[in-house]
């Protein structure tokens, strides 16, 4: 082995560069541990130091390097992400194994590894030396190919299974075309020095091709400077572009395995979500704002980049989402963009008016039943289904009191909704008073919206059943019986319902005795909107019949007799956007009693 020279002015770029992007993230991480509560900052802690710190690696070698989830939606797509984080990851791993091995009486300088093959003339006369020269020139290829994957994708992003890319800001296109230029640059530069600086079957090939073209060795330094300014710009740009979120995502898997949430404001665990978005457009397709409205720009996607950049437009976009959960569960990285949305809605409104509802009687507590059913809004705006439930109930001889018969309050959900949680409040107090003075061991709703803020805001202290899973207990308990029909059904997952409330069997063991079920491409977690949400505050009455068309259409491409939905909403939307009946799952029940 023979030595160079241990530095060179090209160097200068990448030390700088690095140097900035360390301190950027040194800086930025103590602001964010900062800004959280405390007892977020003890949870970090505890699980910095705990055995669930492995459970935090293993997630980042999933997902960070790995890919895992974006593998499962795309193979190409998620190869195209593997071979650039894990083909650089090992890179530089092999590299500081190669200075350890051949120079461990050198001082590791952190840009040493980086241009190990300039400084450093080797041959491939050990094992251990040809060995690492395959594996760096390996793992060269694999990140080479994924840069080419990437290029193709910003241009054919339909091979992708993808129907469009996010325009890029300035910042963004600065980091994307350098770090598409550093794996071809050190490619050129390892492969013209490789004559003595070793090689394999990439590099040494490439050099030995290039020697019988090229006898000036003068474009050999410019080279080496070129690879160097490309990494030195790519770590500058890299904080103030959608590159970010390579060293913000090990943050956030380590604070979402630590118990921590977004809260009620945009800050510490909020904002290293928003830094965490990588911008690859996968949450674009699954919106139907996007997809099915033509509404591309309001994708979460577009909305966490204009929060990131203050852009006063991202209000706008938070009001104007469904708040359906269908890019969240897209979102390979795992960042609840309904939680930053919600808060935005939530900062920009203040409305309070204290005692509202006290013309409401209180329940009466001579009424004492064992079962409490509460309609909801829209079940009393949906007759056919409060009808059937209530036919239902008499069937099963259910001791129930109708709690909201003769009109009651809403469950609150709606203003929430709409940033406007003081009013709310006021209204779930109300509620909760008449429920808790009625005695019943269980409350059951109709509606999945009004049900999922009973069981999550509410903290009843009775048991809380929407009306899929207590008609299914009924009949399990033999106290319903059913006749099964000829009719063939496809069931509509409501977000609130499934996605959000894990309810995806219940009503599925109820249809599968009453009528012929079948399956869709949209059911469980790739539920769809029905367009009617409650969600958006500024979706006109066109957009949302675009989506609600679009909806019914995917569902009922199988055209059965008619179209199920455990939801009043739903039912209400899709009544007047399908071309098939359109009924709840209690009135298939009553339908078909023995």
Known sequence: MKERLSYDPFVLPFTIGFIYILIFLTIATLRVVKSLPFKDRKKLGYHLFSWKIFIS??????????????????????????????????????????????????????????????????????????????????????????????????????????????????????????????????????????????????????????????????????????????????????????????????????????????????TGYAKVAIYSCSRCGICIDPCQMASAAQLHRKASVYFIRQFRHHDDNHANMAAACL????????????????ALKQNVRNAGNHFTQENQYQYLPAADSSKKADVLYFAGCMTHLTQDIKKAMLTLLDSAKVNYHFMDEDGSICCGRPLSLAGQQS????????????????????????????YRVFNEVYNLKIQVLHHTEYLNRLLQENKLRLKKSNQSVVFHDSCELARYSSIYEAPRKILSQAAHLQATPFDG????????????????????????????????????DCLVTACPLCKKTFAHASQHPVKDIAQIMAENLV
């Not at 800001?169 to 003595?196: C, H, N, Q």
């Open 525 to 560: 977690e790739n539920a769809l909107c029905c367009g009617g949400s409650l969600g958006s505050l500024n979706l006109n009455a066109r957009q949302r019949r675009k989506i609600a068309v679009d909806a019914a259409g995917k569902l009922t491409q199988s055209h059965p």
């Open 323 to 338: 708040m359906c959960g269908r890019c969240v569960d897209a979102c390979p990285v795992g960042i609840d963009s309904c």
């Open 423 to 450: 009013a709310a409040d006021i209204l779930i107090q109300k509620n909760k008073e008449i429920i808790e003075q009625s005695g019943a061991k269980i409350l059951v709703t109709s509606c999945p919206i009004c």
């Open 57 to 266: 690696i293993k997630e980042i070698f999933l997902e960070c390097l790995i890919h895992k989830k974006i593998w499962k939606r795309n193979p190409w797509l998620g190869y195209m992400h593997m071979s650039i984080a894990f083909g650089w990851f090992m890179l530089i791993l092999l590299a500081h194994i190669e200075v350890k091995l051949f120079c461990p009486y050198r001082w590791n300088l952190p840009y040493y590894p980086i241009f190990f093959r300039y400084f450093v003339m080797e041959t491939e006369s050990t094992l251990r030396g040809s060995l690492l020269f395959f594996l760096m020139d390996f793992f060269l290829l694999i990140t080479l190919s994924g840069i080419f994957l990437a290029l193709y994708k910003r241009f054919r992003p339909k091979r992708f299974s993808m129907r469009r890319t996010t325009r890029l800001k300035l910042g963004d296109t600065i980091a994307m075309y350098t770090l598409w230029l550093i794996f071809p640059l050190r490619l050129l530069a390892e492969s013209f020095t490789s004559g003595v600086a070793g090689g394999s079957f990439l590099t040494r090939g490439m050099g030995i091709l290039f020697e019988n073209f090229i006898s000036d060795t003068s474009h050999i330094l410019p080279t080496w400077w070129a690879y160097s300014c490309a990494l030195g710009v790519f770590f500058v740009a890299l904080p103030h572009s959608r590159y970010m979120h390579i060293p913000t995502e090990i943050l956030l898997i380590v604070m979402r395995n630590a118990g921590i949430k977004v809260g009620v404001k945009n």
